[in-house]
């Protein structure tokens, strides 16, 4: 349901981030951008061994990143739009909870975040 709301004219970024086989183990993370019902970028990047945590921060900072270096992609873009399945990150993104782990990366993935505003909602 929320996912049919995203206007056609905003941009909609998928994350997902994991460790496998064990947590820690080998560790990655993948977005998917899309504008409108077009998907128009794949990213990937293996991490190593850690946990699906980082797996799962490090990916909406890749998305962010991607967004914000593309700054030709943000013209006359209305929202950006993540969605996770990492209620953990998502509340820690978003202030709701004190995530200690990572602070550095943390940091870095909400100044990615606070650069996109700069061109729309996120």
């Given at each position: 349901?929320?996912?049919?709301?995203?206007?056609?004219?905003?941009?909609?970024?998928?994350?997902?981030?994991?460790?496998?086989?064990?947590?820690?183990?080998?560790?990655?993370?993948?977005?998917?951008?899309?504008?409108?019902?077009?998907?128009?970028?794949?990213?990937?990047?293996?991490?190593?061994?850690?946990?699906?945590?980082?797996?799962?921060?490090?990916t909406i900072g890749m998305g962010a990143y991607y967004l914000t270096t593309h700054p030709e992609l943000?013209?006359?873009?209305?929202?950006?739009?993540?969605?996770?399945?990492?209620?953990?990150?998502?509340?820690a993104v978003n202030g709701v909870i004190l995530y200690r782990s990572e602070p550095a990366l943390l940091?870095?993935?909400?100044?990615?975040?606070?650069?996109?505003?700069?061109?729309?909602?996120?």
């Amino acid at each position: 349901a929320m996912i049919a709301r995203v206007p056609v004219d905003a941009y909609t970024t998928y994350t997902v981030g994991s460790a496998a086989p064990t947590n820690p183990g080998q560790c990655g993370a993948g977005a998917a951008i899309r504008r409108g019902h077009d998907f128009f970028i794949d990213l990937s990047q293996p991490l190593g061994h850690d946990t699906n945590n980082i797996g799962e921060l490090w990916t909406i900072g890749m998305g962010a990143y991607y967004l914000t270096t593309h700054p030709e992609l943000l013209a006359d873009i209305c929202a950006i739009f993540f969605f996770s399945d990492s209620r953990l990150m998502v509340d820690a993104v978003n202030g709701v909870i004190l995530y200690r782990s990572e602070p550095a990366l943390l940091a870095l993935v909400l100044t990615h975040l606070a650069a996109l505003r700069a061109y729309a909602p996120v």
